[in-house]
């Protein structure tokens, strides 16, 4: 049994969408987040070890978050089980963002999350017993989602969603309308061979697995705080710490422990894939037996 054990769907469950598998998704995304807010080195982002790159958040912040939206995870099965329109979803979830300001005293930790989460929420209630792959789990979202999500506008009121139009780029809502691609061909395979390499850590696990996305996608919060140039360079420093080995080379941590403190001297802080990582180990969890 692997050591992140608390985030994995039990095989004998049934895969229901009746209450207790709403709560049990529910259960899982909130664990992925803890999971995703421990994870260090984690370059510009909160973590138990520091803030990162904000000032108005650190890792007290983030749990009291990924507690106030947990209920909202499981209301999000339930309307994925009963072929909840996306202008429902949408309702749901900006609820849950209410409840997020007012555990956070008004800072944004997990719009993002929120959204990517709660659309695989809503995927695993649709397909009620059938436990599909979690590349087949993640296209689902783009299957019955997909069209409305494009179809919206794209959000005035984040950095991401301004990010995105003033850059060109697709953000986390394109990501989403095409079934979460970059999940199912870069972050799951990369924390599937981060635990071949360390199979008794799975913290290196998913630091492998950001690296890894942080390495090809085009993070909307890179761009708002670092422009074009913050972006290329994030980007470049995580294919120089994957070509080095990884966390498979001797001394990974120290070198992404120094990405880190570099991206913290110039302010970056690649939030989209903090949601993406989010995104991948809820996905793993829900279709890994125990």
Do not use: Y
């Not at 050591?3 to 664990?31: F, I, K, Y």
């Not at 000032?55 to 009963?82: C, H, K, N, Q, W």
């Not at 139009?165 to 697709?170: D, K, L």
């Not at 708002?224 to 995580?238: I, K, N, Q, Y």
Request: with cysteine.
């Amino acid at each position: 049994m692997r050591d992140d054990q608390s985030l994995t769907a039990p095989a004998a469950e049934p895969r229901g969408a009746g209450l207790l598998w709403a709560e049990r998704v529910a259960e899982l995304a909130h664990a992925a987040l803890v999971a995703e807010l421990e994870t260090w080195p984690k370059p510009g982002l909160v973590s138990p070890v520091d803030s990162g790159s904000h000032d108005d958040m650190d890792a007290g912040t983030l749990r009291r978050s990924a507690a106030a939206i947990r209920p909202f995870f499981a209301e999000l099965v339930a309307a994925g089980a009963r072929d909840a329109a996306m202008v429902e979803l949408r309702a749901i979830g900006l609820t849950a963002e209410a409840a997020m300001m007012r555990a956070t005293g008004g800072v944004n930790a997990h719009r993002g999350a929120i959204f990517s989460l709660g659309l695989i929420c809503a995927a695993a209630g649709a397909r009620n017993a059938d436990p599909a792959s979690a590349e087949a789990l993640a296209a689902t979202v783009g299957h019955l989602w997909g069209p409305a999500i494009t179809g919206a506008p794209v959000s005035a009121v984040s950095h991401g969603g301004r990010a995105a139009r003033r850059f060109g780029v697709g953000g986390a809502s394109a990501e989403a309308a095409a079934g979460f691609p970059t999940i199912r061909t870069v972050g799951l395979p990369a924390l599937r061979f981060g635990r071949s390499c360390a199979p008794d850590d799975a913290e290196a696990a998913r630091v492998h697995c950001f690296f890894a996305l942080l390495a090809v996608v085009d993070d909307t919060n890179l761009l708002h705080r670092g422009g074009t140039d913050g972006l290329v360079g994030a980007r470049a420093a995580a294919a120089t710490f994957l070509e080095a080995g990884g966390i498979a080379a001797p001394a990974w941590r120290e070198r992404a422990a120094a990405t880190h403190r570099a991206f913290v001297a110039a302010r970056l802080s690649p939030g989209g894939c903090a949601d993406l990582l989010a995104a991948t180990l809820l996905l793993d969890a829900l279709t890994s037996p125990s």
